[in-house]
């Protein structure tokens, strides 16, 4: 089965405002695109339109939460983290403040609206903002869980969600940990461990299976459970990642971060180049920017062949 | 509260501002003398903001979104009682302090928004002023803009939400001094005509002295009886009010006095209230 992760946030949503009322829904006149609208069919009186004004809406939505709500406010991950970063950081960052930014359409599986709309750095924004959790969950079900989980919480929280369908990597029944690298297939080869978040999840996985290497899925990239992550990368000789962002700040850069400081070890990754992507089916995008499990396969073939 | 009390509050948190940036030898005077005889009005009449709710949100609410005039927002809070004059005159902009340079809601009480980027400060008193209507609670929201900050879009984004949604529990103050950092604000980017502006976004203007006691209560009165509008209340101000040497100057915008401006400016503030 296959589902958009931004349909599996709305329709989740749609069923948290039903008995949570303290929840407030805003969005930036991308309703029917965020699938915030499922709010809006259900529980109209808890969805608010800011209209084309996402820096306002940011604005608008830390003045609710200092009123006791919990906001969900969502547009295109390329007007949140990138037009209203600075109202993100300054006005919910900063005073910590319990607003959720679920922000759709990122990275470059936008496909035909092109570059301007392919956000390929809003994980590197959002990961450097102190205070903000930073979740990029990979199939519906994960998307579930952290909708789920962030409603409970009272702090800032940033949500990387695609407009296309990803492949489920978990089930209805799966345990998933939003905070622990999620083993999907554990393999005898220990020389190369695939560390994945995202749509790319999906493809590392078929790689994990064909190489009969380790793969885990990366949930919240921050804050991560550092303690178990290097006790997993530790049986292991080399690292390759696997995120639809830029090689630049994203997971690639997180882990070796870590890796750095604890056992350094060869990571390599695959992810965006230092480029803007283009207009196109998102499978074209996505294949001519080499976010493919042929790609995965490549790099980890030459980590293999070089060490 | 008469008119002659308003003025010793007035006065004596304007001795507080002076103090606060010459200790610290830093900090923003001029705005936030200009703003100094709104937030006695706001504070010491027009809100329910005593020392048993102000820990609370269940009470009218301010929002300081010309964060730099910290200063005012502080000495007011301190002239009500809720902070300490010698913490505050000593911490500001001080290391290991709450007294942020621009107010931070999590370290002060009263404080009820962070800001300091200008612009967003608005949209977050909407969005206080909205959740009172979600939940049908009878507090206001006030606001204090600046007249160099209307310059950010970002405001009119915030003020075409206020009157979408109807806000007359939202009332936005303009402390129009004339002044921003580069100048004079007709000669840096001139917002003119503000007044036509607001009507246009869907206000109810009140044009008003911002030092005369009288004019502000009937503003701040009249802003209460308009129903289904946001209300905006242009002041007309002077940089610098009450220091003879800082008034309408803009280089004391963001700048502190030495000690002999200091005494100077503490003999201006002086009075004869008392």
Sequence with gaps: MSKETRTAYGETLAKLVKTNKDIIVLDADLSSATKTNLVKKVEPEQHYNCGIAEGNMMGIAAGLAASGKTVFASTFAMFAAGRAFEQIRNSIAYPKLNVKICATHAGLSVGEDGASHQAVEDIALMRSVPNMQVFVPSDQYATAKVIEYVATTKEPSYVRLGRSKVEDIYGPDSSIDLFKPNILHHGSNHKVLLLSTGLMSAMALEVAKKMDLTMADMICIKPWDALALTQLIQDYDMIVTCEEHSRIGGLYSAICELVCATAPKPVNCVAINDTFGESGKAKDVLNKYGLTQQHIEHVVTYMLDQH | ?274
């Design chain 2, 1 to 274: 509260m008469n008119n002659q009390k308003l003025a010793i509050h007035a006065l004596n948190q304007r001795r507080t501002i002076v103090e606060m940036v010459h200790a610290a030898a830093s900090g923003h005077p001029g705005g936030s003398l200009s703003a100094t005889d709104i937030l006695a009005m706001l504070y010491f009449e027009v809100m329910d903001i005593t020392a048993d709710n102000v820990k609370t949100i269940d009470r009218d609410r301010f929002v300081l979104s010309k964060g730099h005039a910290s200063p005012a927002l502080y000495a007011v809070l301190c002239e009500k009682g809720f902070l300490d004059h010698d913490q505050l005159v000593n911490g500001f902009r001080q290391i290991d302090t709450d007294f942020q340079g621009h107010p931070n809601m999590n370290e002060v009480d009263g404080v009820d928004m962070s800001t300091g980027s200008l612009g967003q400060g608005l949209s977050a008193a909407v969005g206080m002023a909205l959740a009172n209507k979600i939940d049908h609670k009878p507090y206001r929201v006030y606001a204090l803009i600046g007249d160099g900050e209307s310059e950010e879009g970002q405001i009119w984004e915030a003020a075409m939400a206020a009157a979408h949604y109807q806000l007359d529990n939202l009332c936005v103050i303009v402390d129009y001094n004339h002044l921003q950092i580069d100048g004079n604000v007709d000669e840096v980017i001139g917002p003119s005509p503000l007044d036509a502006k607001f009507k246009a976004f869907g206000f109810h203007v009140e044009t008003v002295d911002g030092h005369d006691f009288d004019q502000l209560r009937a503003a701040f009165h009249q802003a209460r009886l308009i129903k289904h509008q946001p209300t905006a209340i242009i002041a007309k101000t002077t940089k610098g009010k009450g220091v003879s040497f800082m008034e309408d100057n803009p280089s004391w915008h963001g700048s502190a006095p030495n000690d002999e401006q200091f005494e100077i400016a503490m003999r201006d503030l002086e009075g004869n209230h008392e």
